[in-house]
């Protein structure tokens, strides 16, 4: 009889997308039978509200990692980008697969790009980072709150809410909806947030048996430059009401280039700071270390950490 395993997932269409793909890997590499738990998690129920008021990002994993404590599931996919920069005690993020297109996607049934939205046109985003940035570019835009998973946000958009919305582009590209794409932001433009475009495999650290096999779907490049984007996050007390960019691209010679941005907290007002660093990283502790020296180049130019707030 074929290992079995379980892997808990989010219940919406791109998080089940996210889990097939990693259950047709695991089926296919160590023929095992691999089986999808689907959960409901208090971040897809709790729609009237921004993520930052109601407990932050965890809200899309806590439940998963009930079910990881619990035994009922084995392993959990998740978007990198939303998983805490410090995982709570017994979990372990297990491996960082291959990210798809980092970038963030501009939406729209009437307009080309950003620049072609009229004066006062209304944008949707529920991402305090994307609308920090939104507004450094345009800052005549009425920028509105936007929830739900990504059908959602597509049907609020084409009921008419919105002259436009900004999703990730991985989620769209992923879900075979690339046609609804009207353009890229560069990464200079609009940085993505950490981990962005990445999906992460949490287990229980008393799993080293797991963990050790789950290896070979790591991908090292993304892993080293997520590492050093997840260090500022974590160096800064970053959570969803920080409006925090990060993103590190790979450059010749093994170098990684981080760039990064901070606007003010939420309800507060102050510029965007912005810094780039670049650095030869060889393993994942100088790709941390690269991390927290952006970190410490937003703190020198005023930025606070969250404890500071």
């Known amino acids: 009889m074929r ?5 808990a997932t989010r219940k919406s269409r791109l998080a089940l997308w996210q889990a097939e793909h ?9 023929s095992v039978q691999v089986e999808l738990v689907p959960l409901s998690t208090r971040g897809d129920e709790i729609l009237d509200r921004s993520l930052s008021k109601v407990g932050g990002k965890g809200l899309f994993v806590k439940e998963l990692e009930l079910a990881l404590e619990r035994g009922e599931a084995d392993l959990a996919v998740h978007s990198l980008k939303d998983v805490p920069m410090s995982l709570p005690e017994g979990f ?7 990210r798809e297109d980092p970038r963030d996607a501009f939406v729209s049934p009437r307009y080309g790009c950003l620049a072609d939205l009229p004066q006062g046109a209304c944008v949707g985003t529920s991402s305090l980072r994307r609308s920090t940035q939104l507004k450094s570019l345009r800052p005549d835009l009425r920028i509105e709150p936007l929830r739900g998973n990504l059908d959602t946000r597509l ?3 084409d009921e008419g809410g919105f002259d436009a919305i900004i999703l990730a582009a991985a989620g769209l590209l992923r879900l075979e909806l690339a046609e609804r794409i009207r353009g890229y932001f560069a990464t200079d433009e609009l940085i993505p947030c950490a981990g962005q475009g990445a999906l992460g495999i949490e287990v229980r650290a008393d799993r080293a048996s797991l963990i ?5 779907l790591a991908h090292i490049p993304t892993a080293w430059a997520c590492a050093a984007e997840r260090e500022v996050s974590r160096r800064l007390g970053g959570s969803c009401s920080m409006p925090l960019a990060a993103h590190a691209v790979w450059l010749p010679a093994g170098e990684l280039e981080l760039s990064v941005a901070l606007g003010p907290a939420e309800g507060e007002s102050g510029p965007l700071l912005r810094s780039i ?7 994942e502790g100088a790709a941390r270390t690269l991390g927290a020296l952006a970190a410490q ?3 020198d130019q005023g930025a606070r950490t969250q404890a500071s707030v």
């Open 22 to 30: 990693v259950q047709a890997l695991l089926e296919a590499q160590w």
């Open 3 to 7: 290992e079995i395993l379980k892997i």
């Open 92 to 98: 372990a993020l297990a491996c960082v697969m291959e």
């Open 155 to 157: 049907r609020k958009l």
């Open 277 to 283: 660093h670049r650095a030869p990283v060889n393993d």
């Open 297 to 299: 180049a937003l703190v």
């Open 212 to 216: 050790e096999r789950l290896g070979t």
